[in-house]
């Protein structure tokens, strides 16, 4: 895991909505809690988040 990476999870474990999605996320479907991931890690003050899928990725 980078250091972006990381960042992004302790992003994620210090917000209770985020981290219930990213588990949520690992459990039913790991390739898009990383994608979870990497969008946090980029967007580290993104509030309201959603799946556009279309593009198969997550945008603000």
């Known amino acids: ?3 972006k990476e990381q960042q992004g999870l302790s992003i994620i ?5 985020k981290k219930r ?3 949520t ?3 039913s479907n790991p390739e898009m809690a990383q ?5 946090i890690s ?7 988040i ?4 279309m ?6």
């Open 55 to 60: 593009k198969k990725k997550f945008v603000v």
């Open 21 to 23: 999605v990213y588990e």
């Open 35 to 39: 994608k979870y991931l990497e969008f």
């Open 42 to 48: 980029k967007n580290t003050d993104a509030q309201y």
């Open 13 to 17: 474990n210090g917000h209770i909505g």
């Open 50 to 53: 959603k799946w556009n899928n």
């Open 25 to 27: 996320y690992k459990q």
């Open 1 to 3: 895991m980078t250091k």
